[in-house]
């Protein structure tokens, strides 16, 4: 079983470039601990669930939704799409320099995840405060309730990245400690923040 | 960093990044009419996100490399997840119009 | 601390499973986990059948109900209503050996047993707003159908809230869990356990919205408030069963590594988990 072969710890150092070239050579491997997957997995049922909830009371009253939705700024909604794209670049960069043991780059790498991650979360509370100050809260309407309700479930995920996204610097930071597996396993929770977005994007600020 | 995988997240950044912009100037020309349901502008939304969410999880976390049971059960949340919400949005849309 | 010494064992005798259950009665070193685990296993589908099918309290009702409906809501339920808690009264001290059952694992664990102390202390408290609670104001409620109606309406709201509202508890409950699994090196869980509490906590926070909201998915009955929160329960309950029996099955009695399954070896990714650190 490849899977088996290839998960190996994979520390810095020579390894790594051998991990590198068995990709090259087609060799499978899972990116971080399959346990990861598993929840990744799970948690995008569990939101596709959400979506599908949201989607099925938005044909119940599409002209509330569509009214309200109006409220939300597009242009907001595609620079946070933007912010954790990049983010996603960043730690996926970060992996590869890791894997390939430069690691003052991934370091850096990884400080420019956290730094587009903080951005994304001050635009979001600043869209959060602009609303409520127009006068659209949690309660105002069912689009609203919808609208708080997956931008603050998503944030909170995103502030677990962080801690997430701590323990992948400090693994790099230290030269016993580091270990790729586990610096992938906190990149493929960044990422899967990044993917919940670009639903929840779709779903709140561009669909009619 | 190796320059070809270096390089090929840039695109897929960039590529990724670009369709972002191109919803954004889409819905920009379809101002007047953002107050009716739209059947058209709802599924290409839909279908767009999820072809941004396959590249991410193909590329960006590099299920392109995994085995193949990871793929498959990537891309069956995804079809899933298709199937849920266009499959919602038009019956859900049918029955309150209807 | 070494392993359990060898001691003459008597073969399991073949036949009826009276006489196996009285052979693991009195030989088998672990039968104080097995009672756990039944108990935890019995108590579990009693709870469903007490709460689903004989009282009838869950699903929940929905909260935006007239007062004159409330009290026709508990009268469709009054002897369920009585004879289910009382029920649920006499088993409910259960969830001392439950709790204790699970408080264990983090005991073998190699992680501070702050953590087992911990976990005992919160899902101790728990059983007031996931259980008692409950079933003092529905017999409450049951006990003089003909109370004024607005006092039912006080009895119906102060029930439901603390069972579907108060998820604080077991959302702490869930992340001690989940750090204890990640940082232990005695592999006494998958990882993706961990990870399955951190799912669960993550869905009592998306409860936390019916302390609002009287209607909609939001409301203590909703669709997301409850059945998908339910679902996820339900699923993570399941998971944490089958995991705790198999880790009964590998325990030694030692404190370091649990031992795999002689099946699992095929499986597990080597060098993966505690290892790899």
């Given at each position: 079983m490849t899977t088996v072969a290839s998960?190996?710890?994979?520390?810095?150092?020579p390894d790594e470039r051998a991990g590198a070239q068995e990709r090259a050579r087609g060799v499978r491997f899972v990116p971080g601990q399959p346990d990861m997957w598993v929840f990744v997995l799970f948690e995008a049922l569990v939101f596709t669930s959400y979506f599908t909830v949201y989607v099925i009371r938005r044909t119940q009253s599409p002209d509330l939704f569509l009214q309200s939705q109006a409220h939300l700024d597009l242009r907001v909604g595609v620079f946070n799409t933007l912010v954790l794209l990049v983010s996603s670049w960043a730690v996926a960069r970060c992996v590869q320099a890791a894997r390939e043991g430069s690691f003052s780059a991934a370091l850096n790498n990884a400080y420019l995840t956290m730094l587009f991650g903080f951005v994304f979360l001050v635009s979001k509370v600043l869209e959060w405060a602009t609303e409520i100050e127009q006068g659209f809260g949690f309660t105002t309407d069912e689009f609203f309730s919808f609208y708080y309700f997956l931008t603050a479930i998503h944030f909170l995920h995103l502030l677990i990245g962080f801690v997430v996204l701590g323990v992948a610097v400090y693994e790099i930071r230290s030269p016993a400690r580091r270990s790729q597996e586990l610096v992938e396993t906190c990149a493929t929770y960044w990422h899967t923040i990044d993917f919940f977005w670009v639903l929840i994007f779709a779903l709140l600020y561009v669909m009619r | 960093m190796n320059r070809r995988f270096e390089k090929r997240l840039s695109f897929v950044w960039l590529a990724l990044s670009a369709i972002t912009l191109a919803q954004l100037a889409l819905a920009s020309l379809g101002e007047q009419d953002a107050l009716t349901p739209n059947a058209a502008v709802t599924s290409s939304a839909i279908v767009i996100a999820l072809i941004k969410v396959r590249v991410v999880i193909r590329e960006f976390m590099e299920v392109r490399y995994a085995p193949v049971l990871l793929c498959r059960l990537t891309d069956l949340w995804m079809a899933l997840t298709g199937v849920s919400l266009l499959g919602s949005y038009f019956v859900g849309m049918a029955l309150s119009t209807g | 601390m070494s392993a359990a010494t060898v001691r003459a064992v008597p073969e399991m005798p073949s036949g009826s499973l009276i006489r196996k259950i009285a052979w693991h009665w009195r030989h088998d070193d672990k039968r104080e986990l097995w009672i756990g685990w039944w108990t935890l296993v019995i108590f579990y589908n009693l709870y469903g059948l007490l709460f689903?099918?004989?009282?009838?309290?869950?699903p929940p009702p929905p909260p935006s109900l007239a007062p004159s409906e409330i009290v026709q809501w508990f009268d469709d339920r009054h002897y369920g209503l009585l004879y289910g808690y009382a029920f649920v009264s006499i088993v409910g001290g259960a969830t001392a050996i439950m709790n204790a059952t699970l408080a264990y694992t983090m005991r073998r664990m190699s992680v501070s047993r702050a953590f087992a102390y911990s976990y005992l202390v919160i899902y101790a408290l728990a059983t007031l707003p996931g259980m008692l609670i409950m079933g003092v104001a529905c017999t409450v409620g049951a006990m003089r159908p003909d109370r004024d109606p607005e006092l039912m309406s006080w009895l119906y709201d102060f029930a439901f809230l603390s069972f579907e509202g108060t998820m604080g508890v077991f959302l702490i409950g869930s992340l001690v869990w989940m750090v204890a699994v990640l940082l232990?090196?005695?592999?006494?869980?998958?990882?993706w356990f961990g990870y399955l509490n951190l799912c669960n906590a993550l869905t009592e926070v998306v409860v936390a919205p019916a302390w609002i909201f009287k209607r909609g998915v939001f409301a203590w009955d909703g669709a997301i408030a409850w059945w998908i929160n339910m679902a996820v329960f339900v699923t993570y309950t399941t998971v944490f069963l089958t995991l705790l029996r198999k880790m009964i099955v590998r325990e030694d009695f030692g404190s370091g590594p649990l031992p795999e399954l002689e099946s699992d070896h095929a499986l597990e990714p080597a060098g993966a988990l505690g290892a790899a650190r």
């Open positions: 998960a190996e710890p994979r520390a810095g150092g | - | 689903f099918l004989i009282a009838r309290t869950q232990d090196e005695n592999r006494v869980f998958p990882k």
